[in-house]
């Protein structure tokens, strides 16, 4: 009787062998994490800081420590990439660069995105199963901004009637302000319908929301995405004290934002133009077209499901 | 596993909104005048006035004329869904509607009228109309440019 003897293919061993060479050499060849030094760590409480070293901080910090198999081709190439996006966003190290408004608005938007489980990445906790982050640690993630200074921020201020407005009519002397984004300020949405109406107290405002017709109409057909030609106002004030039957009521106008439907024009932000017009005088907002990538890429982290708008009339 | 396939999308799919067109308070005769939070008894509201309603509330010492209608939409305010640190109207509750008639040689005149928006439903146990109609036209514009 024959006995079966494995006999190795040569041609099989060849390719294996120069498969695990390549392999190997590709590891060389991979992107590096560089961790630039730390310029203003954020300065939150040490129960805080503790969640934001755990989960946060190997992608949005300077203190980026890859594993080994982070390390390993091709994965370290999305490492890198996520890294490299998570720092764009906000890094931890570089805190202070920040403007301090700026700052409580990505304090909120983290909590937002920790509580609707878009952050940790799924693929990160995927091979860092201990980043997660727990409900009691969301609780105190929560409790932290709830005592930013924005959370009971009180208009005192005298309010400023604009000076550009005359029987209902917008008048600006300078012209009509346009956002760089190619957004004209035009009043008509006074006549418009309400979408919505919001106490927000992440900063500290009031704001009520228009819809235009097509916007209206599409809502009432339970259109989404919504179509071309939507368009959505939002008025923002400040909150005056409350009084003693428990009522706010706006204090200062601050400014007035703009969405506007064109898939075509506004291919790269999810098809939305935006714009907002700063106090009185309605300066328009955003030195660069850059401004809109900001703008949508915190609605498409947490409304992609309601075609990126937040303000609409939900059950 | 084709069978499995289509159930393994609808898992992953994102859950779309229920809109909530009923939310939405449209009368194409007036326009804002301002909004009120009161978290005392949980609600949010806008206060809408027809034309010469509006002139009065964006002048601070303007009188008011005859033909102002003032309306209160009052909604339950609830959490923004998707958005921790807001919260926007939900049902509507009621709306409150003062008319005031002022002609030459008469008392001016406020008419009150309060609609729950459910029939049989208050959201306030007691209402002072006097009181109501003092707050709702009495009210400043809010500053719109």
Redesign the interface.
């Known amino acids: 009787m024959r006995k079966l003897r494995y006999k190795p293919n040569k041609k099989f061993l060849f390719i294996s062998a120069s498969l695990i060479i390549i392999y190997v050499i590709l590891q060389l060849t991979g992107p590096e994490v560089i961790n630039k030094p730390h310029e203003g760590e954020i300065n939150v409480p040490s129960n805080v800081s503790a969640i934001l070293r755990k989960s946060c901080y190997d992608c949005h910090s300077n203190q980026s420590d890859p594993t080994w198999y982070d390390k390993m081709m091709p994965a370290s190439y999305l490492v890198s990439h996520d890294i490299t996006e998570a720092r764009s966003r906000f890094n931890l190290s570089e805190w202070s660069k920040i403007p301090s408004g700026q700052q409580q608005v990505l304090l ?1 938007e983290m ?2 995105a920790v ?2 489980k878009k952050m940790p990445l799924s693929r990160y906790l995927a091979v860092h199963p201990n980043a997660a982050i727990s409900p009691s640690e969301l609780a105190i993630l ?1 409790d932290y ?1 709830n005592t930013l200074p924005g959370r009971s921020k009180v208009d005192t201020a005298k ?4 000076p ?2 005359s ?2 009519k ?1 008048l600006i002397s300078t012209g009509t302000p346009v956002s760089i984004t190619g957004i004209a300020y035009s ?1 008509s949405y ?2 418009w ?10 900063g500290g405002s ?1 704001r ?1 929301v228009y819809g235009n017709e097509i916007m ?1 109409k599409a ?2 057909n ?1 259109q ?1 995405p919504f179509p071309d030609g939507a368009q959505m106002v939002k ?1 923002v ?1 400040g ?1 005056q004290r ?1 009084d003693a ?6 204090g ?2 601050q400014n ?1 934002q703009f969405m506007v439907k064109d898939s075509k024009k506004y291919k790269s932000t999810e098809g939305w133009g935006f714009a907002k ?1 700063d106090g ?1 005088d ?1 300066k328009p907002f955003g030195k660069t077209v850059a401004f809109a990538t900001t703008c949508i890429n915190c609605h498409k982290l ?5 075609d990126f708008v ?6 | 596993m084709i069978a499995l396939f289509p159930a393994l999308l609808s898992c992953s799919s994102k859950k779309t909104p229920e809109l909530a067109p009923e939310y939405i308070f449209n009368d194409p005769n007036l326009k804002v005048i301002s909004s009120v939070i009161n978290r005392k008894e949980g609600t949010i509201a806008v206060i809408y006035g027809n034309t010469p309603a509006v002139n009065t509330a964006n002048d601070a010492t303007g009188e008011h004329v005859d033909g102002e209608e003032f309306k209160m939409v009052t909604w339950k305010l609830k959490p923004m869904p998707n958005w921790y640190g807001t919260d926007m109207n939900g049902r509507m509750l009621s709306v409150e509607t003062v008319d005031i008639s002022k002609k030459t040689g008469e008392n001016i005149v406020f008419k009150y009228h309060y609609e729950p928006a459910v029939k049989q439903e208050s959201h306030v146990k007691t209402r002072d109309s006097s009181k109501r109609v003092a707050f709702i036209v009495g009210l400043p514009a809010a500053v719109m440019p």
């Open positions: 909120w909590v937002n509580e609707q929560k901004v309010i400023t009637r604009s550009y407005v029987d209902g917008t009043d006074k006549s319908t309400v979408l919505s109406v919001t106490d927000k107290f992440d009031m009520i209206i809502i009432k339970n989404i008025v004030w909150k409350e039957e428990g009522n706010v009521l706006p200062n106008f007035v017009f009185p309605l947490l409304v992609a499901e309601n937040f303000n609409i009339p939900t059950k």
